[in-house]
């Protein structure tokens, strides 16, 4: 059950915040149902962003909550807008006339780019821009949600004609995990306003400027690798072939939509989790097929820009959701017998390895070279992974690369993204072992509709060029096992980042005396505060580096000393103010 609740905004008290030319007003007294708090208004110099936020706490326990917002205008009065826009499915700008919007009842938009924008009658607009991943609740699919709304008794809980960007109730109809408000945390519930001296199309512009338009863009030295996703391309492509009674492409499948929206955001290498409703049951013989497929299609789609290989979430043997990354196609079924032999010569596939046990998974990742890392860990059906095997011998591997990181579930009291998996990081590395922790998406099906950017993240691997589908991609699984990576939500680089000299994934020897972190950030929303990580098997230590003083697109060099004495490693994030960021992967010291 769950109920909405409008917000209404105190005008007894205002406060002014001032930090580092950052200047904020906060409304003291506002309150939705049991949450109670603040309004702050935030601008920032240099630029043209106000982020509007209701800061709002409750002592209610177990709270999972939704917000929407916008503008709205007197009832009675004309609207201070001459149109309300927003970029179409189509990629067009649609607008509304301000007489339609008063004169209907509020309706849900599907729109690009998350953005909606008011028109004035004299030139000049405001973009309503809702923080780029933070604002979308994690959920499975990418579906277009219709984050935007414009029109008249919004929820029916206000008056007036209004616009704005919302949060779906029913999500995608699935498991739907809204935002987590613990009791007694603040909920910084924010969003961006972008002034413009321009009409719908330069506010767009301006306000894709934050997001590379929305894509993650060339970095020299590094290639973009993107991993997790259940496109389910291999049986979508059986199962047409067979409708279709064709031997060759199914009519439709020549360019899949998700192949053209991954080279569209910027992906270099996209790395597949196929089959995710399990094979473990299937005859082998149709369990090759579909790999054969599998390998067939990734080499067919790939090109000298554009690399997918073939990878699975096989969930069996090992305890908990994980994937696997060969660094070439590899033939295995996942239930073998108890009189059936670890590797056989099939005449069609040639080697075929067959996985019962975890020996047997770690045997096959030993014998291939290959990765395999815990998906969604200490969440969903990786509850309690990797903790529970981390003293097994497949987990104290290299090959078991560690557990992957995304931005959720959703806290808005939080200052970055994803803290389950960082977390985690800092916990595996106390722990001893020397592991990594990628970012993954972990979505289904993509089209040419969907909200694919806010539920991305991407690593940034250290390569200088593309493998070749035909010449195998052991690049690209090397640069991962060694750390040679850091991940990004697109809108924070870390082109470079050493301590005493060392990139991530390599080691120093213990210090004597302080060491020297030296970072180069990029950035495009104003910068919050970067922290350098570090522990010492035992406990979790933060060094934080104030950047509130930077202002929108923008350049640093980081140079500081770092306390590193007892620590047995370290690693660095950077977060702006819409808890967009950046993480590397570890020094080790020792």
Not at 297 to 313: I, K, Q
Request: aromatic share 10%; with cysteine.
């Amino acid at each position: 059950p769950w109920k909405a609740y409008p917000l209404k905004i105190g005008r007894a008290k205002a406060r002014v915040i001032t930090e580092n030319g950052r200047t904020a007003i906060a409304l003291d007294g506002a309150s939705a149902g049991p949450f109670e708090g603040e309004i702050r208004f935030t601008f920032y110099p240099g630029g043209r962003l106000v982020r509007a936020a209701a800061i709002l706490s409750t002592q209610r326990e177990s709270s999972a909550i939704l917000f929407d917002t916008g503008l709205v205008a007197q009832p009675e009065s004309p609207a201070p807008w001459q149109s309300i826009a927003w970029t179409n499915l189509s990629d067009k700008v649609a607008r509304m006339p301000a007489g339609e919007v008063a004169g209907q009842n509020e309706q849900q938009i599907k729109v690009r780019h998350r953005t909606i924008i008011a028109e004035g009658e004299n030139g000049g607009s405001v973009a309503l821009v809702p923080p780029p991943h933070q604002y979308f609740y994690p959920l499975d699919s990418v579906d277009n949600l219709a984050s935007t709304w414009v029109g008249r008794n919004y929820r029916q809980l206000i008056d007036g004609p209004a616009f704005g960007v919302r949060q779906t109730v029913e999500g995608d109809k699935r498991w739907v995990p809204w935002m987590n408000a613990p009791p007694g945390t603040k909920q910084d519930l924010g969003v961006f306003y972008l002034l413009s001296d321009g009409d719908a199309t330069a506010a767009t512009a301006d306000a894709l400027a934050y997001t590379h338009n929305d894509t993650f863009v060339p970095l020299d030295g590094y290639k973009t690798f993107s991993s997790h996703y259940h496109v389910e391309h291999a049986v979508d492509y059986l199962n047409q072939q067979k409708a279709q009674a064709t031997t060759g492409i199914p009519k439709g499948l020549e360019t899949p939509p998700f192949v053209k929206r991954f080279r569209d955001v910027g992906l270099n290498i996209a790395h597949l989790a196929e089959f995710h409703l399990g094979d473990g049951d299937m005859k082998v013989a149709d369990r090759l097929t579909r790999l054969k497929t599998l390998h067939d299609e990734c080499a067919r789609l790939s090109d000298t820009s554009f690399l997918m290989v073939p990878g699975e979430e096989p969930n069996v043997h090992l305890g908990g959701h994980w994937l696997s990354f060969f660094a070439k196609p590899v033939y295995w079924t996942l239930g073998r017998k108890a009189d059936q032999p670890f590797v056989e010569q099939d005449a069609k596939y040639g080697t075929v390895y067959h996985v019962g046990s975890p020996a047997d998974v770690l045997k096959l990742m030993e014998t291939e070279n290959g990765l395999m890392w815990t998906a969604h860990p200490r969440i969903k059906a990786s509850t309690n992974y990797p903790d529970i095997y981390k003293d097994e011998a497949f987990f104290k591997s290299d090959h078991f690369l560690g557990g992957a990181w995304k931005a959720m579930p959703a806290d808005c009291s939080l200052p970055r993204l994803g803290t389950r998996v960082l977390d985690l990081l800092d916990d595996m590395n106390n722990w001893g072992a020397h592991k990594q922790a990628p970012g993954e998406v972990d979505v289904f099906k993509i089209d040419a509709d969907s909200e694919l950017y806010a539920h991305m993240n991407v690593n940034y691997l250290k390569l200088t060029d593309l493998p070749a589908f035909a010449n195998g991609w052991q690049p690209v699984l090397d640069t991962l096992r060694a750390g040679q990576f850091f991940t990004t939500t697109g809108e924070v680089l870390i082109p470079t980042f050493t301590i005493d000299g060392q990139s991530s994934g390599q080691t120093i020897s213990p210090p004597a005396v302080p060491s020297r972190l030296r970072a180069s950030l990029r950035w495009t929303f104003p910068l919050a505060f970067a922290e350098l990580v570090s522990g010492d098997g035992q406990k979790t230590y933060r060094q934080r580096i104030d950047l509130s003083d930077t202002i929108a697109f923008g350049t640093r060099d980081i140079n500081v000393e770092a306390d590193l004495r007892g620590k047995t490693w370290a690693r660095f994030e950077v977060w702006d103010i819409a808890a967009n960021g950046a993480y590397t992967q570890p020094v080790w010291i020792k």
